[in-house]
């Protein structure tokens, strides 16, 4: 599961990036989670972001349990799934990220945060689909989820699944609705090992309150006591 992710890059760089444009303002964002309001670019809307709640809205993120449920969606069977289904096939979009995030299990109580990045700290997209709906007060919301596939080395160390990151020829690809079932499938694996790095971060990401340039910043890893160590 993919449940925390960062984009720390200016609006200047995503739209030179993305060669989309932003008619809004943007911060950088070093913690994004479920239910905030974030940029996407969107089939409807290649060339200009978007702005969608991930997963959910804020109201109905209350429910934690059923919130969990709803920010990804397996790669392996959302052209199969019917609640996902229709989304696979008429509403893909890309979620710009320069970063995500998982934690490792250190005995039972002790979990250390981990940031995954493309080596050269580069933008990148996670390939996602999205939703729209009335809510009881009558207004359009839009959400998204984030697909995600078995992980590749450098992921599998810390969790049994990973986002599916697309490169810059396959985002046109995903944005394609003319694009044919097959070819979109033959997109969803694991991203190239060698293209990939990560490293231990501040317990700061573990709370959603915290949106800082320090969550991103690589530190020495921790053993299972919570002490810095020399070995990861």
Same mark, same amino acid.
């Given at each position: 599961?993919?449940?925390?992710?960062?984009?720390?890059?200016?609006?200047?760089?995503?739209?030179?990036?993305?060669?989309?444009?932003?008619?809004?303002?943007?911060?950088?964002?070093?913690?994004?989670?479920?239910?905030?309001?974030?940029?996407?670019?969107?089939?409807?809307?290649?060339?200009?972001?978007?702005?969608?709640?991930?997963?959910?809205?804020?109201?109905?993120?209350?429910?934690?349990?059923?919130?969990?449920? /709803? &920010?990804? +969606?397996?790669?392996?069977?959302?052209?199969? =799934?019917?609640?996902? %289904?229709?989304?696979?096939?008429? @509403?893909?979009? /890309? &979620?710009? +990220?320069?970063?995500?995030?998982?934690?490792? =299990?250190?005995?039972? %109580?002790?979990?250390?945060?981990? @940031?995954?990045? /493309?080596?050269?700290?580069?933008?990148?997209?996670?390939?996602?689909?999205?939703?729209?709906?009335?809510?009881?007060?009558?207004?359009?919301?839009?959400?998204?989820?984030?697909?995600?596939?078995?992980?590749?080395?450098?992921?599998?160390?810390?969790?049994?699944?990973?986002?599916?990151?697309?490169?810059?020829?396959?985002?046109?690809?995903?944005?394609?609705?003319?694009?044919?079932?097959?070819?979109?499938?033959?997109?969803?694996?694991?991203?190239?090992?060698?293209?990939?790095?990560?490293?231990?971060?501040?317990?700061?990401?573990?709370?959603?309150?915290?949106?800082?340039?320090?969550?991103?910043?690589?530190?020495?890893?921790?053993?299972?006591?919570?002490?810095?160590?020399?070995?990861?």
């Amino acid at each position: 599961m993919c449940g925390r992710y960062s984009l720390s890059k200016s609006k200047d760089e995503l739209e030179e990036r993305f060669q989309a444009e932003m008619l809004t303002d943007f911060k950088p964002r070093f913690n994004i989670a479920p239910t905030q309001l974030v940029p996407v670019i969107t089939s409807d809307s290649p060339k200009g972001f978007s702005f969608f709640y991930w997963g959910l809205t804020p109201d109905f993120g209350k429910n934690k349990p059923v919130s969990q449920k /709803l &920010i990804n +969606a397996k790669a392996e069977s959302v052209h199969e =799934k019917i609640s996902f %289904k229709n989304s696979f096939q008429r @509403r893909r979009c /890309l &979620i710009p +990220a320069d970063g995500f995030f998982e934690w490792k =299990k250190l005995g039972k %109580k002790t979990k250390i945060p981990y @940031r995954f990045t /493309l080596r050269e700290d580069d933008l990148f997209a996670f390939a996602g689909i999205w939703e729209e709906y009335e809510t009881v007060s009558g207004e359009s919301q839009h959400t998204f989820l984030i697909l995600t596939t078995t992980p590749n080395e450098v992921v599998e160390e810390i969790h049994e699944r990973m986002p599916v990151i697309l490169n810059r020829s396959q985002e046109k690809l995903w944005l394609d609705k003319y694009a044919s079932e097959e070819a979109l499938l033959n997109l969803l694996k694991p991203y190239p090992t060698e293209l990939m790095l990560s490293y231990t971060v501040s317990s700061l990401v573990n709370s959603v309150q915290n949106d800082s340039p320090g969550i991103i910043r690589k530190i020495s890893p921790m053993d299972q006591f919570g002490n810095y160590t020399l070995f990861g």
